[in-house]
């Protein structure tokens, strides 16, 4: 078991421009989770999915954001005509269950310019 | 919606001090709470959890109690350590339609000098 995986670890992209990070979650964890951490702030839930099913998403997310998880193993957040405000530390985690709490990624730093 | 509230910071203390670290929450049932940790250069972490009423929980000798009649779940150690420096976050997953997701307080900055 080698943990939850994000890649890239740093992303620095101009405005206007896409971008993908992907997930790869522990294999036993059926449920995947990716959130938001700006400077100061707790992180902030984007979506959720039980195995290949998105089963929840932020209603603060534009249609700019997008998720999969495709087979229910890795996961992949596309985030489409990237604006300044996007710039955050993006983090993923995995779980068995809702009661058993988060094992987090290193998360992936966005920096917008 | 859910929501947690943590005591503001930045908390300064010697080592070996007396910690606490005030936690309250706000849901609807019987939410799961918990207390991550993230140190100096690393990722978020578990620290401890507690899934029902009462209910202590435990790791590296932290502590924290879940109280459902104040709503609470603060965190505590008798002892701190120069190694206990890092940005404390409490959260709670919650139930029913709520259950999909954890919410997270804004986190509590913990400097110990030697």
């Known amino acids: 078991d080698t943990g939850v995986s994000q890649d890239p670890r740093h992303k620095i992209t101009k405005r206007g421009q896409n971008v993908t990070f992907r997930c790869d979650p522990i294999?036993?964890?059926?449920?995947l989770y990716w959130y938001r951490q700006t400077l100061g702030q707790g992180p902030e839930f984007l979506t959720y999915f039980q195995n290949e099913a998105q089963l929840e998403k932020s209603r603060l997310l534009s249609d700019r954001f997008s998720a999969e998880r495709p087979k229910g193993s890795f996961s992949t957040l596309e985030i489409q005509r990237t604006e300044q405000g996007d710039s955050a530390m993006y983090l993923c985690?995995?779980?068995?269950?809702?009661?058993?709490?988060?094992?987090f990624g290193s998360g992936t730093r966005l920096t917008v310019v | 919606g859910n929501s947690v509230t943590q005591m503001e910071g930045p908390v300064t203390l010697s080592e070996e001090a007396f910690l606490t670290i005030n936690c309250t929450y706000t849901?609807?049932?019987?939410?799961?709470l918990f207390w991550y940790v993230q140190y100096p250069g690393e990722g978020l972490q578990l620290l401890l959890k507690?899934?029902?009423?009462?209910d202590k929980g435990s790791n590296k000798g932290f502590e924290a109690t879940y109280r459902k009649e104040t709503t609470s779940f603060h965190l505590e150690k008798g002892s701190v350590q120069v190694s206990d420096s890092a940005v404390y976050f409490c959260?709670?997953?919650?139930?029913?339609?709520?259950?999909?997701?954890?919410?997270f307080g804004d986190g509590t900055t913990l400097t110990v000098k030697p």
């Open positions: 849901a609807t049932g019987y939410p799961s």
């Open positions: 959260a709670l997953a919650g139930e029913g339609t709520n259950a999909g997701k954890s919410t």
């Open positions: 985690a995995s779980s068995p269950s809702r009661d058993q709490g988060y094992t």
């Open positions: 294999s036993e964890h059926n449920r």
């Open positions: 507690a899934t029902k009423a009462d």
